[in-house]
């Protein structure tokens, strides 16, 4: 008698490497058949992308989408004259780009070494076609990041410097590692610039606010990147969101 685990024919028909992909189920892919996976994963290729690299520039043609499967993209919007601004930021499992645009509006770069699962537009569109679901989850992911950006309008807009850099850092935390209870730590994705850009603030109110922060105990931070967060609630408060 055979000791391997019996599998569903459902759970059969899974290709390998989505079984053992970490994004899958908080992602789009989390609402595909079995059947619709393999059809996707015919036509999908893995990609890992330096720090710093392009990954899509604003104004270039759309002919692949992507799934973030770890990492961190930096969004950003240029003007006419050439300044640029840093506008949203995608962690794992955000589906990266916009259904049936033909050309980007932003440019899409990677703040770290990211891991991309990209897939041609045509063969995504038709699954779109095919499965209310999935249209679904992408109108989901939408609101979400509307829901996001009017937040972070607020945030821009009405907080103080403080509560500026410590929403910055809990919107990192909280997306690295969202099941974070008792704190966690991770690598800043951007530099002190960028996040400079993305609050605007100077670069010198950036670093006297990580200053205070951490001479309050509410970050710990080492060799100016690796950041620990003791208690993501007191994170929280310092942001302004009590």
Known sequence: MSNKPHLSVEEGQIPQICKACEARHGGICGVLSPEQLAQLNKHSSRRTIDGGAEVIGQGESVDAYSNILRGVVKLSKMMADGRQQIVGLQF????????????????????????????????????????????????DQSLKELDEARDWMLTLGRKTAQEK???????????????????????????????????????????????????????????????????????NAAAGND
Do not use: W
């Open 165 to 235: 850099v410590a929403s910055f850092l809990h919107l990192i935390a909280t997306h690295i590692d969202p099941l974070a209870e008792d704190g966690c730590t991770f690598d800043l994705p951007l530099s002190r610039a960028d996040i400079a850009d993305f609050l605007g603030l100077t670069i010198e109110t950036v670093s006297r606010q990580m200053t205070k922060l951490r001479n309050e105990k509410i970050v710990i931070i080492e060799n100016n990147r690796h950041v620990r967060v003791p208690d993501i609630e007191r994170l």
């Open 92 to 139: 794992a499992p955000d589906f990266m780009g916009r259904p049936f645009s033909r050309e980007s509006a932003l440019t899409a770069e990677a703040a770290t070494e990211t891991e991309i699962c990209a897939f041609p537009r045509a063969a995504l569109e038709r699954l779109i076609a095919q499965s209310p679901e999935l249209e679904h989850k992408l109108y």
